[in-house]
């Protein structure tokens, strides 16, 4: 015969486990310094202009 559960606590084990997913998501999104942030947007823009600074312009036509 299987234990009976109590609903009460799974609720709640299943509310904290919710928020700790939700909690790991807000701090990968927020938990970098702004200087970090910053840092990340201008390389990635830099890789950008060399890359549209090395492609080959076809004829048109």
């Known amino acids: 015969m299987s234990r009976p559960v109590n609903l009460k606590q799974a609720r709640k084990r ?29 390389r990635a823009a830099k890789a950008a202009r060399e890359l549209d600074g090395k492609k080959l312009e076809t004829p048109e036509g």
Do not use: I
């Open 14 to 42: 299943k509310a904290r486990a919710e928020k700790a997913v939700k909690a790991e998501t807000n701090r990968l999104r927020h938990g970098q310094p702004k200087a970090v942030t910053e840092l990340a947007k201008a």
